[in-house]
């Protein structure tokens, strides 16, 4: 290892969870709020190269690959870390600290990793903290929400393990570069990341575990999963076409799911899917302009969409509850929660002066370029989509809206520190871009701020504020019902449900069969013939002659046949049969071989 990089910055996070172990009360929470800040100081001072390079098993590990695309996610990994530590220091269990550093230090292990088997060894860590995070909540809801992540992630990761070693036999190489989809093993791994990256009819686990998640766990959780998968995808499958459409409907389909949901953290899991769709097809596209707009975007996306979850975090550790139905008129008692929500959902519907407006347009403006015309339309369709569910929903529900009569005090001081420091990032990104371009993979030549770009993004927002208006005062609007949306994952537990009921008739009646055929009834026979063997035979050849002969002195023979056997008198004429019929069968055998 070289001297330029003291330690790669998912050993930072890992050592310091081991100290935070050891700790409690105000030194655990100093420790690991020191953690990100130490390992950003080690990465900041370090210039881009290989760390870390060592032989094992024959195999070329690289524990730390430092460039342009890896250090800006590398980066917003560390700030986001320390904003959601500070946002969590209500929790008195270290254990949360504990899980909080290895997740976010496995989240750094991929973005750092050289290698595809030092990239498996850190997401499966990903996941397994992640469980934790999730199962951290201590409700059924959040065990089963954890099992069925674990399930789901554990499938993904065997995807991952397969494509990896198929690459490996087919290339002999396992570095972490670009790869080609008509390798095999390539297309395994392409899976892979797929599931972490939520894709369409494999992004039910998003919506089922982060929900379910605690308050602070869920802006961890927001922040690293799947912006890993994006990282990833823009390492290995940069111009991936399939990303395009995959890209597309992640974009749209999450719309609809989230305007008619009534939990509100739900409504943000489904919005992060939206979201993350815009980066999927910036990496599809492959354009510099496309990728660092994806880059751009999940940069903004991380601290926005931790801010939204945050907001909602507050709300909740406040009053407890999260649906739309049971809030509203919370502004009166919470206003800088408020305000924060508010910057939050301006950022991500992409106003001027916001963060989502520097970076979407990026990614919006490559699919116009490249000519892919119909994306176009969905990514600015689903602009307008983004506005009603996030950037209205979300705000109006939770602050405005009807009087619920709660009068919960405000969130506590150091929650409205961490939503602070989220929030000025989100108007710093917005007001000054070239912080955040200076930092992308490619040199950029963009302007956002054109007066053409202006506009149409202002009309497109001002007619959707004006549809939901018109929607809401109709009674058209859906409204905020206490119900349960029926996702893909339906028929993942409908399915299994009704397989678990096959498998358990066909194979349990098999082996009922089996068991009384086989177990009792064949080995009954078996131990019944060999405890008088030569009588049975008898037995045997005297009931099978009766049947032919009609003799009726049957009973007499069987008698007889039972007394010879205990006392062992055979007829001498038998006695040889089997003794020649013995010899004969040796002397075949003999023979023959």
Known sequence: MTSSLLLPPSFVFILGALLAACLRGRL?????????????????????????????????LVLAEV?????????????????????????????????????????????????????????????VTATFLIIARRTAAARGAALRYLLVHAAGGLCLLTGIVLYYHGTG???????????????????????????????????????ESTIAGTVFLSAFTTKSAVYVLARAFPGAEPLIWIGAAMVAFPIFFAVIENDLRRVLSYSLINQVGYMV??????????????????????????????????????????????????????????????IGAAAISAFPLFSGFIAKS???????????????LILLFASAGVFHHAGIK?????????????????????????????????????????????????????????????????????????????????????????????????????????????????????????ERVLGWQLTGLLARFASDPGASIQKYWVRLTAEYSGTREREELMEEIDRRSRTATYPIGILVLFAVSLLALMSILFILF
């Open 281 to 342: 097809v910036g990496i599809g596209i492959g354009t510099e302009l496309a990728i660092n707009g994806a880059v751009c975007h999940a940069y903004a996306h991380i601290l926005y969409k931790g801010l939204l979850f945050m907001s909602m975090g507050a709300v909740m550790y406040r009053t407890g509850k999260i649906n739309a139905t049971d809030l509203g008129g919370l502004y009166r008692t919470m206003p800088l929660t408020a305000v924060f929500c508010m």
């Open 173 to 211: 190489s396992i570095a972490f570069t670009a790869m080609d989809l008509s390798q095999p093993g390539a297309l395994f791994i392409f899976l892979g990341f797929g599931l972490n990256c939520a894709w369409p009819l494999l992004h039910a686990w998003l919506v089922d575990s982060y929900p």
């Open 394 to 514: 979300i705000p109006f529900f939770a602050f405005f809206s009807h009087d619920s009569g709660l009068r919960p005090k405000e969130a506590p001081l150091h929650m409205l520190i961490a939503m602070g420091g989220a929030a000025f990032m989100c108007v710093f990104l917005g007001v000054y871009p070239d912080f955040v371009y200076g930092m992308l993979p490619f040199p950029v030549d963009y302007e956002p701020y054109t007066f053409a770009h202006v506009l149409a993004q202002s009309q497109l927002l001002f007619f959707s504020a004006l549809a939901f208006t018109l929607l809401l005062l109709a009674g058209i609007y859906p409204p905020e019902i206490r119900s349960v949306n029926l996702d893909v994952d339906w028929a993942y537990r409908k399915g299994s449900r009704a397989f678990v009921l096959v498998a358990d008739r066909v194979f349990n009646g098999i082996n009922s069969w089996a």
């Open 67 to 127: 460039d342009r695309l890896s250090r800006v996610f590398g980066y917003i990994f560390h700030l986001i870390a320390f904003i959601g530590l500070i946002f969590s220091l209500h929790h008195d269990d270290p254990a949360h600290y504990v899980v909080g550093l290895l997740y976010a230090g496995a989240a750094q292990g991929v973005t750092f990793a050289g290698d595809l088997f030092s990239l498996f060894l850190f997401w499966e860590t990903l996941t």
């Open 362 to 376: 990026m990614v919006v403006d490559a699919a116009a370029g490249g000519h892919y015309q119909f994306v176009w």
């Open 28 to 60: 655990l929470k100093v420790v690991a709020i020191a953690v990100p800040v130490v390992s950003f100081l080690i990465l900041w001072g370090a210039p881009n190269g290989s760390y870390g390079t060592l032989s094992f098993i024959g195999l070329d």
